[in-house]
């Protein structure tokens, strides 16, 4: 196997994160500085950071109903986070993407890095799907903008896909392909729109089982077809 692959696959990094190990010289294979695209085999002692890398790891995904007012971070800062609600033996795994703290739904957390790459980097676009309120009506014009033209944020265009939910034009079916910083309530702030609640309810293939409450947690099982 080579030495990357074997890399990514104990430690929970992702293939580039393994790379970049290896460069900068963090990786020992039998104690020696391991060459670019070297094989290794289960019987060799891999070392990151002089951590013995074992043969075998459990890889492992959960799904979170993440609540509001939890942070998505080890270290609240005074506010509960994500791992007041998960056993300690689920601590180790580390959240796929973020959601904010006034924000709840869908939360992927896993180990395994080559999944958390491949859901996060943009150039897969994976489709992300939320439910949420606005505290005033949206308008048709205003919807078209957003969703057929764009609204220009500090940090790039944003278009997000919308669906009405009810009659009201306060309530709306959110897909977006990216996930940057904050980005659908900074979309509908620019004109003029507070979101009051926001609500995931899929990741990529993940989707949110209707039978998780929230602070509860499950194995994630991918249900959709890829996109």
Known sequence: MRINKFVAGRSGLSRRAADAAIEQGRVQVNGQAPQPGQDVANADHVTLDGVELGANLEVQTIMLHKPINYVVSRDGQGSATIYDLLPSKLHHLKPVGRLDKDSSGLLLLTNDGQLAQELTHPKYQKTKVYEGELSSPLSDTQRERIS????????????????????????????????????????????????????????????????????????????????
């Not at 994630?220 to 890829?226: G, K, R, V």
């Open 148 to 227: 057929k033209h764009g609204i220009q944020l500090p940090d790039g265009l944003s278009r997000l896909w919308l669906v009405p939910l009810g009659t009201t034009g306060r309530n709306w079916r959110v897909t977006m392909y990216e996930g940057r910083n904050r980005q659908i309530r900074r979309t509908f702030a620019e004109l003029g729109h507070q979101v009051i609640r926001l609500h995931r309810t899929q990741f990529g293939t993940y989707r949110l089982p209707a039978t998780l409450l929230a602070g509860q947690w499950a194995p994630a099982a991918s249900t959709l077809d890829p996109r």
